[in-house]
C-alpha cells in the first residue's frame, strides 16, 4: 500500500508541474487522497524535499501569486490554503488538521459588491520549525517567527516573533 501511495502522489505531482511549468517540486512527496493542488497560469510554486499531506488537503495558488514551501513541511488531513499575492512556508513546518491559511480579504471599502472579488492582500511568512495547532486560521499579513507553537483554535493576524 505505501508504494501505491507513493506511485499516485508521483502522478499528481507530475501532472500539476506538466500544467504549470512555473512550479518546482520534487516528485518524490507524499501527497494524500483526494489532496489538491491547484497552481494558477502565471503564478509561481516552489515545493521543497519530504512535502507531505493527509486526506483532502487543498492549495490554491491563483494568478500572479507565489508559494514557496520548504522542505520537510506536513499538511493534516483538510486543510485550506489559498494564496493570491505570496505565502513562505520555511523547513520542518507542521500543520495540525483543519487549519486554514488566506493572505487576502474582500475589499468592502471601495463601495462595491463582494461578488466582484476585489481583494486586499499581504504576504504570509512562517518561519522554520514551526508547529500549528488543529484548526488555526492565518489571515493575510502575518509573520509566524521561528520555532513557534500555535495553539489549536487560534485565529492569527499580525507579528508572532
Avoid at 24 to 43: D, P
Avoid at 135 to 144: D, M, P, S
Wanted: charged share 20%; net charge positive; proline share 2%.
Amino acid at each position: 500500500m505505501k508504494y501505491i501511495r507513493a506511485l499516485i502522489s508521483l502522478i499528481q505531482l507530475s501532472i500539476v508541474r506538466i500544467k504549470n511549468p512555473h512550479v518546482k517540486c520534487s516528485i518524490f512527496n507524499n501527497i494524500g487522497k483526494r489532496t489538491r493542488i491547484n497552481i494558477e497560469k502565471g503564478s509561481e510554486a516552489r515545493i521543497g524535499r519530504k512535502f507531505s499531506t493527509r486526506n483532502n488537503v487543498e492549495i490554491n495558488v491563483r494568478r500572479s501569486a507565489e508559494l514557496v514551501i520548504g522542505n520537510n513541511v506536513f499538511f493534516n488531513s483538510n486543510c485550506i490554503v489559498t494564496v493570491h499575492k505570496k505565502l513562505k512556508i520555511g523547513n520542518s513546518v507542521q500543520f495540525g488538521p483543519g487549519c486554514m491559511i488566506f493572505d487576502h480579504d474582500h475589499d468592502l471599502d471601495n463601495g462595491k459588491h463582494i461578488g466582484e472579488n476585489i481583494y486586499k492582500m499581504s504576504a504570509i511568512e512562517i518561519d522554520d520549525n514551526t508547529w500549528i495547532g488543529a484548526n488555526v486560521v492565518i489571515l493575510r499579513g502575518t509573520k509566524i517567527g521561528r520555532n513557534c507553537i500555535i495553539g489549536a483554535g487560534c485565529v492569527l493576524k499580525g507579528n508572532y516573533p
